[in-house]
């Protein structure tokens, strides 16, 4: 099945401008939050799929957010007693909102990470929140290969531009919950390193573009511009931060406290975080009480095997056993995470991992409960072109083909196809597919016309 979910066509180059116009249409992703890792060794085409693959990304991620939402929301009746649920620290959710918004918006922003294995994709974890990366990257990417295929009416694929699908969201945001047609961007350059960027009036000047007025804050900047206190300049914001990322750099959530209580509603909500949790993934693998036969056959066929961490037996491949045995008896066959992170920091893959760090990283996820274990999926590797070692200074001589790992991030905003950022390590490079942590690059896929 993996190999004609790819598909069997050639890519459809034919309106290929020549490759060094190709590459300088690329040089220009100086904007995106993935620009400082581009290599010279570029990719020189986005990933061609079939039309029906590239709808599955969707039709199936749309599936299991739906069942990711529910077993969250079901697991208790008020936010405190869902963090407690998921045994998490109550001060890594401090900005819930007392309003209907908070768990309408909780799942308006994913992106679910993807491998391909032998009987088709497998959704190995979702991020849900509008702290996600790849948006602004995908936006430019796919406005880059448009050109180099030579614009919309010749490229051989439509590219779906995610911020333009996200501003429709805010667009309809702001109508339903009848305030003004305006957002505040709440985010931080200390993201993206404090190097110089235009990155958030990017997407300031998009939703410009869809008739909302936009201005980007910096956390400290936020109780000022909006007017506080008092009635908030804006009303509805885009939560463009996650607290891991903004405890590390020590930042103060006073001022985001302050424009809830005053009416702004930061969105996606501070429940989506708690949707994101792994182990909400690990309770959908082993299966609800309310689950149709529908919902499990989903399961099955899109998430690899997946549990919480504990000293407790768990049913795997026909066989019940203790799961720390399981574990640590063939860890060739299982991928530990934990239940919060990012940038694939402190995934363990039981293949390639010493087996003293294994079993010592065992122990402490089962004691801990903290980490969810996933069955690993075996990749079916992607032909993709590169750039070739000649390559210099925006030119390019010629091209070659490697097989490549591709992690697909199919964006659903509002549950609409937001175009698909994917992920690789270059061909000689193997491990945990990050772009801040393991260098990997970005690119995008596109349904092929």
């Keep these: ?152 009416e010749r ?90 990322e903004w405890r590390e750099h020590g930042i103060d959530f006073t001022p985001m406290r302050a424009a809830l209580d005053a009416g702004c509603k930061l969105i996606a909500s501070q429940t989506a975080y708690l949707i994101a949790n792994k182990k909400v993934l690990g309770w959908v693998s082993e299966g609800r009480p309310w689950m149709t036969a529908q919902d499990r056959e989903t399961v099955e066929r899109y998430l690899p095997w997946t549990r919480v961490t504990g000293e407790r037996s768990v049913s795997w491949r026909g066989a019940t056993r203790p799961l720390p045995e399981l574990l640590l008896a063939a860890p060739e066959e ?9 940038s694939g920091q402190q995934v363990l893959v039981g293949r390639h991992c010493p087996a003293e760090e294994w079993r010592r990283a065992v122990t402490a996820a089962v004691t801990a409960e903290d980490h969810i274990v996933q069955e690993y999926v075996e990749p079916v590797p992607y032909l993709m072109e590169f750039t070739d070692s000649t390559c210099s200074a925006g030119s390019v001589s010629g091209t070659y083909e490697a097989e490549i790992v591709p992690v697909f991030s199919p964006f659903l905003f509002g549950e609409r196809d937001a175009g698909c950022m994917v992920r690789y390590l270059p061909p000689e490079d193997r491990g945990i597919v990050s772009v801040h942590g393991t260098g990997a690059l970005s690119n995008v896929a596109v349904a092929a016309r």
């Design 334 to 342: 299982f991928v530990l995470k934990p239940a919060i992170g990012m």
């Design 155 to 244: 490229a051989p694929f439509r590219a779906v531009d995610p911020l333009a699908v996200r501003d429709e969201l805010f667009v309809r945001a702001a109508r339903d919950l009848a305030v003004k047609p305006a957002v505040a961007i709440v985010g931080t350059l200390r993201d993206l390193g404090g190097r110089p960027s235009r990155y958030f009036e990017l997407q300031a000047e998009s939703l410009r573009r869809r008739g909302l007025d936009a201005e980007f804050f910096e956390p400290e900047d936020l109780v000022e511009g909006l007017g506080l206190p008092g009635a908030p300049r804006f009303q509805l914001g885009l939560r463009h931060f996650t607290i891991l």
């Design 1 to 152: 099945m993996s190999a004609s979910w790819y598909g069997t066509e050639a890519p459809p180059l034919g309106a290929r401008v020549d490759l060094t116009t190709v590459r300088q249409e690329l040089l220009r992703l100086d904007d995106g939050e993935y620009a400082h890792v581009v290599p010279s060794g570029a990719s020189m085409r986005p990933v061609f799929l079939p039309g029906a693959s590239y709808t599955e990304l969707f039709t199936a991620g749309r599936d299991l957010l739906r069942l990711l939402r529910r077993t969250l929301l079901e697991s208790a009746p008020t936010a405190a007693g869902r963090v407690a649920a998921l045994g998490a620290d109550p001060a890594m959710y401090p900005l819930f909102m007392d309003d209907p918004a908070e768990e309408a918006y909780a799942t308006c922003i994913a992106r679910p990470d993807v491998m391909v294995g032998a009987t088709g994709p497998k959704f190995v974890e979702f991020n849900i929140g509008s702290g996600i990366g790849g948006v602004v990257d995908t936006s430019l990417h796919s406005a880059a290969w448009t050109a180099a295929f030579g614009g919309s």
